[in-house]
């Protein structure tokens, strides 16, 4: 499957119509810059929204993604890259 992802607002005229055919996938998001961005989390932390996640040791990432392939999951995976870096203790 094919996707594309477009992260910014086009100022000029830009045609799709050649991603609607065949299995595509098409997302996009368009940022409000830094002002927007404040506001944003000005809001979710004024009416305790949070995202919905899952962290997950470094050691699982594999097993992770395999997970993502097979099922339609509703959050986030959060990578926890800090107590990978830790010495270990044994």
Known sequence: MERFFLLELQRKHMSYRHLLGGRKLVGGSV???MKGTQEMLDFAAKHNVKPKIEVVAIDYVNTTIH???????????????ENTLKPSSK
């Not at 997970?67 to 890259?81: A, H, Q, S, W």
């Open 67 to 81: 997970g993502l392939e097979k099922t339609n999951v509703k959050y986030r995976f959060v990578i926890d890259i």
């Open 31 to 33: 940022i409000g810059g």
